[in-house]
């Protein structure tokens, strides 16, 4: 019987594997569940699309979604540039580690951290962008930025629709702003991916972290006497075998080191500082 229970614990397992899916349904409500808990836990970023395209109505669905996300002091510092054309999306492809999910994106849509908004009030009204160049005025685009980004992936797969973030288009900052024609004071944060998945390719979901590793109380955690390296132990166990079903390296712990204990890692996004500073960003 398809109980709300049933429902929940299988999103719980899937999410978090048997034994990290039982200590959390345990604790919580046998009768707590709705539709929205669902299509969060059911997440799984779709990399392979059908060829059709993304409705106006559901792009203006998921736009709505987007401005509906809470922003700092309302300042609304995001834009969002929806791009389908097909030449387009190869170039951007290009620029973005040539991933296959943009060349053949249904509808990309670029989340755009934008002070340029600000930056023409401000010359409309004779006045000077003056506190444009601390790093407080960048993050709080990209914060604002990031959250639309989520509200609008979510809305996406509410909609039955699977979405794929890319952050390789801060690969080359540069040459996608041209490409863009994005002005001064404006960054792309990320990318996503919209469209109707190919049942062919329909990832499962991944599974996450156990709550002990990420969940402190009242202050962070020591990490050792925490259980951190158990909880992270048991982590390992249950993504290796997703990670094998995808023919990639099966240890979480080298993926994290991969990126941030291997030199040269960051590739082309070791030069972002200087980037943001091109085009109007700083860090005082
Ligand atoms: C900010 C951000 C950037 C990402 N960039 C890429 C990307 O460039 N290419 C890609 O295939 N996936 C990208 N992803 C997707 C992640 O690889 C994916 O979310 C992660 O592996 C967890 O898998 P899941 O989304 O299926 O749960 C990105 C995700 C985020 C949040």
Do not use: C
């Not at 996406?156 to 890319?166: D, H, N, Q, R």
């Not at 702003?177 to 979901?205: C, I, N, T």
């Amino acid at each position: 019987m398809d109980t709300v229970s049933d429902r929940r614990l299988v999103a719980l397992l899937r999410r978090y594997g048997a034994d990290e899916a039982e200590r959390v349904g345990a604790r919580i409500d046998p009768l707590l569940w709705n539709d929205v808990l669902a299509v969060q836990l059911a997440h799984r970023s779709v990399r392979k699309f059908l060829p059709e395209k993304v409705s106006e109505s559901h792009l203006r669905a998921i736009v709505a979604a987007a401005s509906s996300a809470a922003s700092s002091s309302n300042l609304q510092l995001w834009s969002v540039i929806a791009v389908t054309d097909r030449e387009r999306l190869g170039r951007i492809a290009e620029l973005a580690g040539n991933q296959e999910s943009v060349r053949n994106a249904p509808l990309l849509l670029v989340w755009v951290a934008d002070l340029a908004r600000a930056a023409r009030l401000a010359t409309r009204r004779g006045r000077d962008l003056v506190n444009a160049g601390y790093l407080e005025s960048a993050v709080l685009g990209i914060v604002d930025t990031t959250l639309a980004a989520q509200n609008a992936a979510l809305a996406a797969e509410s909609l039955g629709l699977g979405t794929v973030f890319i952050g390789a288009l801060r690969d080359h900052p540069t040459d996608l702003a041209s490409e863009l024609a994005m002005p001064d004071h404006s960054f792309a944060v990320v990318g996503l991916v919209v469209g109707r998945p190919d049942p062919a390719e329909y990832p499962e979901v991944k599974p996450r972290l156990g709550q002990d590793v990420v969940l402190h109380r009242e202050q962070y955690g020591s990490g050792a006497e925490d259980g951190e390296e158990e909880g992270v132990a048991a982590y390992e166990d249950a993504i290796a075998q997703f990670y094998r079903g995808q023919g990639l390296p099966d240890s979480w712990s080298e993926r994290v080191l991969g990126r941030f204990a291997a030199p040269g890692a960051l590739g082309h996004r070791e030069g972002l500082r200087q980037a943001l500073l091109q085009r109007g960003f700083g860090f005082e």
